[in-house]
């Protein structure tokens, strides 16, 4: 449809109308969750939340509202994820902002929040101290910390622009004042104890990286994805540097990609780390495990 005739239709019709032609739209070009990207884009349209998109669905959509809204159509029909358009993302009770160059944190990351939750109370007290490895947007501490009112964490990550996210974050979500962000190359910059230690550090094959989606492709920075040949760079310098840091009857909880949990744990145990619980993604896939030191 002509775009002049596609700004008429949505104005003037109600929210309900929108969403299912944004939806057929979606659907249409085959994006993926065409449904919930819709929705997520008319309310970023519409600046409201999802309470008031379902219970508003019969109002009219003004033309500034049908005008984003088709940009923002448009803009996701090219490949861009709706959290990179809109700048937000839910994450675990969260809703954290997603900047440009930084790894927009996924759904399937929560299973290693669900994973360090159970970890850390299967040890009979709540962790005072936190560490999160290559913090990226935040997503991991702000999640631990939300759920952890007496403890204090440290997020780490190489890129500049993942430290700032994290402090945005950290800001917005109130938690600020009990965390601090530093820029460093894993443990370099550590010092102290901690009970526990999260990473979802970069664990793509180099080789990988250029058939992975456009999405992830084209918008999360390489530095996030690049696990080196194998994909277990990381994991072989986490581990050593993790035995240095963590606190007597603490545990460290990793994130790692599909097949490699094997290698994972493979790589934990050459440093002396057990291997104490694992969970799975939304998939039902080994997406993470937790180990503590033999
Ligand atoms: C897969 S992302 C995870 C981001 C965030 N924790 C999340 O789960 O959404 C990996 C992060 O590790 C960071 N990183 C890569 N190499 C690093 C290094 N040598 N030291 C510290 N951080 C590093 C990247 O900048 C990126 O933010």
């Known amino acids: 449809m002509p775009r ?57 959509v003004s033309g500034d509202e049908a005008r984003r809204f088709l940009e923002f159509l448009d803009r996701r029909v090219g490949g861009e994820p709706a959290s990179r358009i809109l700048g937000r993302r839910a994450f675990w009770t969260l809703d954290l902002e997603v900047r ?16 360090a939750l159970r970890v850390a109370l299967q040890a009979g007290q709540t962790p005072r101290r936190i560490l999160d490895l290559g913090c990226g947007s935040g997503a991991l501490l702000c999640a631990l910390l939300s759920e952890f009112p007496a403890a204090s964490g440290v997020g780490v990550d190489v890129s500049e622009g993942a430290c700032a996210a994290a402090i945005a974050n950290l800001a917005l979500c109130g938690l600020d004042g009990r965390a601090s962000v530093v820029r460093g190359h894993w443990f370099d ?34 530095l996030a994805l690049d696990g080196g040949e194998d994909g277990l760079d990381a994991y072989r310098e986490i581990f050593v540097g993790a035995r240095r ?23 934990a145990r050459d440093r002396g780390l057990q291997k104490v619980d694992s969970e799975q993604d939304l998939g039902r896939r080994d997406r993470a495990a937790a180990f503590r030191v033999e």
């Open 100 to 115: 440009p160059g930084v790894l927009d944190p996924r759904g399937d990351t929560e299973a290693l929040v669900r994973l």
């Open 4 to 60: 002049d005739s596609a700004l008429a239709t949505l104005q003037g019709g109600s929210r309900d109308e929108a969403l299912a032609s944004g939806r057929s739209r979606l659907r249409a070009a085959g994006v993926e969750a065409a449904d919930e990207d819709a929705r997520l884009l008319l309310q970023g349209a519409c600046g409201v939340d999802r309470l008031a998109m379902v219970i508003g669905g019969d109002l009219p």
């Open 245 to 267: 840091v963590l606190a007597p009857g603490g545990a460290i909880a990793v994130e790692f990609g599909l097949g490699q949990a094997a290698d994972v744990a493979r790589l």
């Open 189 to 222: 910059q550590v010092e102290g104890a901690f009970d526990l230690i999260v990473s979802n550090p970069p664990y793509i094959p180099a080789g990988e990286i250029d058939a992975l989606d456009r999405e992830v492709r084209d918008h999360d920075p390489r």
